[in-house]
T-cell receptor
Framework: DQQVKQNSPSLSVQEGRISILNCDYT??????FLWYKKYPAEGPTFLIS?????DKNEDGRFTVFLNKSAKHLSLHIVPSQPGDSAVYFC????????????FGTGTRLQVFP | DTGVSQDPRHKITKRGQNVTFRCDPI?????LYWYRQTLGQGPEFLTYFQNEAQLEKSRLLSDRFSAERPKGSFSTLEIQRTEQGDSAMYLC????????????FGPGTRLTVT
């Protein structure tokens, strides 16, 4: 039972354009969402997060949007840079079990010149 | 840089052998987590510690797996009688009590069981 889904395994975007990575979840008890970035041979690196009481959180080039009614969140990267090429994981946590992060399967982003 | 470190980075073992991995968390972090990641999947939660207490174990953690954090600092994950299905990347992460959501990951130990 995949509670966090990333339906696009890969995405290719030109440098300078916007990258939009999507994530859907099924558990209505999730109240905190995170995005991690992973380069080859490294562990995932925390990127940005959002609480369920918000619908948007911005940090520099990265913005996460949350649509609770649709159980959907997205990560926008503007402008995209070649160094953003990595695998991006969406993760979620529930208030009753805050320590347990549930990850999606990841989306591989490639930013080309 | 005093991030999360894991040792070894790679381990190749024969089926039936025992293996042990070590994780050193960020020094001030009192929570420590183990995850497993297989090809094409995201990390899957295995277990976590608050200081030296192991507070939750996933059903993924069979009886052949055991984790310890004896002094509330580093942790070890042991797999006994390894099986080919144990081949995966084993990730360790740590966090502060006040920021439990934001877990900081180590580079992982890649286990290959032949």
């Amino acid at each position: 039972d995949q509670q966090v889904k990333q339906n696009s395994p890969s995405l290719s975007v030109q440098e300078g354009r916007i990258s939009i990575l999507n994530c859907d979840y099924t558990n209505s008890m999730f109240d905190y969402f995170l995005w991690y970035k992973k380069y080859p041979a490294e562990g995932p690196t925390f990127l940005i997060s959002i609480s369920s009481i918000k619908d948007k959180n911005e940090d520099g080039r990265f913005t996460v949007f949350l649509n609770k009614s649709a159980k959907h969140l997205s990560l926008h990267i503007v402008p995209s840079q070649p160094g953003d090429s990595a695998v991006y994981f969406c993760a979620a946590s529930a208030e009753y079990n805050t320590d347990k992060l549930i990850f999606g399967t990841g989306t591989r982003l490639q930013v080309f010149p | 840089d005093t991030g999360v470190s894991q040792d070894p980075r790679h381990k190749i073992t024969k089926r039936g052998q025992n293996v042990t991995f070590r994780c050193d968390p960020i020094s001030e972090h009192n929570r420590l987590y183990w995850y497993r990641q297989t090809l094409g999947q995201g990390p899957e939660f295995l277990t976590y510690f608050q200081n030296e207490a192991q507070l939750e174990k996933s059903r993924l953690l069979s009886d052949r797996f055991s984790a310890e954090r004896p002094k509330g600092s580093f942790s070890t994950l042991e797999i006994q009688r390894t099986e080919q299905g144990d081949s995966a990347m084993y990730l360790c992460a740590s966090s502060l009590d006040l920021s439990v959501y934001e877990q900081y990951f180590g580079p992982g130990t890649r286990l290959t069981v032949t």
